[in-house]
């Protein structure tokens, strides 16, 4: 994905830090995979006490892709179509200067390919009078501090086709080897569609890599859907205010992902890869009968995220969960589970406390296995009292759980909750599976 500079080219060391940084989010996300299985071996030991439910969760085929199938591939040369400055140097450039470019729908792509740059960029949907079809306004002011160091703004083309907006270093001008970030980009994207058009309006694709730039995201739920959003950072915080999608993907490494969406698609990730923490509400949605899963990573980061389901038919599709936490706290809320909707949540906490909130509707079997724990923080249930039939006819709820030691230093404490005299052993309407290691996990139903 490395932009050029006029003659077509990144320098190169610039290119080593993108395939460096590419490397570790395929590495992390490899090494999250293998942490999941190894830790979810015990759940088939035969070391069950007798009188224990047996408790077999459904068979849900994993359906989370690799960072491979789920990022844009482009290659590292695209062709430049146009740039502020011709020059391949600084000379052409001032210290300080704005400019506004105007794009299609189809050139939603904005990328930062300069290392001693920073700044924010706020994108909205804006409601225009009398335009006659959606457009793209990016305005973008460009402030340098070090003499012959400064940003050109460019359009390119890649390989695929798609057209794209970037902020590149000039050849020459930049202190090589200096991390200090000299340059200060300020942009606002403007999404713009006629206030007539018919709502909502449609946008393909938003992608985004912008380094160590702040991403801001607002007032797009509504009138205006986005298919893919795709945002990747580095140190760069990315906010998402609202945003109905089909899939969604946020890449960070320090940087905070804050992400309230709509997502309806077959898999989305919220994934941070060097300690930034995850936040922010999910909605998971199906028109149809599709299966929607949802993946979030946060290695290092903490994660305090609600989920909410909503499905129009019992025999609708299934929703997937699976929330990793590394070394830090994971807060997963489930706000929203209708009955009769089946959902797979699984949680993996690495030396991290685990708090898992499910709603009283919930009905289904829970397992949670720890192995490397003290005795004083092997997981635990919290049932709530006083709660409510939610069909109104007056059944009584019983949440039951055992609990053992298996060979090895494993404890397990397995359970379920329904409504009426006896469980529906037939099939499970959702199921909870948590496992940690070194980690306080608790369930709250």
């Not at 500079?5 to 395929?26: F, G, I, L, M």
């Not at 506004?100 to 904005?110: D, G, I, K």
């Amino acid at each position: 994905m490395g932009l050029p500079s006029n003659d077509q080219r990144v320098d190169s060391h610039a290119r080593v830090r993108r395939y460096d940084r590419a490397s570790k989010v395929a590495l992390a996300l490899l090494t999250a995979t293998a942490l999941a299985f190894l830790l979810r071996k015990p759940s088939s030991s035969p070391h069950r006490p007798v009188g224990s439910p047996a408790l077999v969760h459904p068979q849900i085929p994993a359906t989370f892709p690799g960072l491979a199938a789920i990022q844009p591939v482009y290659n590292d040369d695209p062709e430049t179509i146009w740039c502020y400055s011709d020059e391949v140097d600084a000379k052409g450039l001032p210290m300080n200067y704005s400019h506004t470019v105007t794009l299609s729908l189809e050139e939603s792509s904005f990328y930062n390919q300069h290392q001693w740059a920073s700044g924010d960029w706020t994108f909205e949907a804006v409601s225009v009078p009398d335009l006659k079809a959606p457009e793209v306004r990016a305005q973008l002011s460009v402030s340098s501090q070090k003499e012959g160091c400064t940003a050109n703004i460019c359009i390119v083309r890649f390989e695929d086709g798609n057209r794209g907006l970037a902020t590149v270093a000039p050849k020459t001008g930049c202190p090589v080897g200096d991390p200090t970030l000299v340059v200060d980009i300020q942009a606002t994207v403007t999404f713009a569609y006629p206030e007539t058009a018919a709502k909502p309006v449609h946008v393909d694709r938003i992608n985004t890599d912008l380094q160590s730039m702040t991403q801001h995201f607002k007032h797009f739920r509504g009138d205006v859907d986005v298919k893919v959003l795709f945002a990747s950072s580095t140190t760069g915080e990315i906010r998402v205010d609202g945003m109905n999608t089909d899939s969604t993907i946020i890449l960070a490494s320090t940087g905070s992902v804050t992400a309230n969406i709509s997502v309806s698609d077959r898999i989305s990730t919220l994934y941070t890869y060097g300690g930034g923490p995850i936040k922010g509400s999910v909605t998971l949605s199906a028109p149809s009968k599709e299966d929607v899963g949802l993946q979030v990573l946060g290695l290092g980061g903490a994660v305090d995220l609600d989920i909410a389901l909503t499905s129009p038919a019992s025999d609708g599709p299934h929703y997937e969960a699976y929330v990793l936490g590394w070394n830090k706290p994971v807060r997963l809320n489930v706000v929203s589970l209708p009955p009769g909707v089946p959902l797979a949540l699984t949680t993996v906490g690495i030396a991290g406390n685990l708090e898992l909130i499910l709603p009283t509707t919930f009905e289904g079997p829970f397992t949670f296995m720890a192995f490397g724990t003290p005795d004083d923080q092997k997981p635990i249930i919290v049932p709530r009292s006083e709660v409510p039939d939610p069909t109104g006819e007056g059944r009584n709820r019983t949440v039951s759980s055992h609990s053992w030691d298996v060979k090895g230093g494993y404890h397990v404490l397995a359970g379920e909750t329904f409504w009426g005299s006896k469980a529906n052993k037939s099939e499970y309407l959702s199921y909870v599976l948590s496992e940690s290691n070194s980690a306080r996990a608790a369930l709250l139903v």
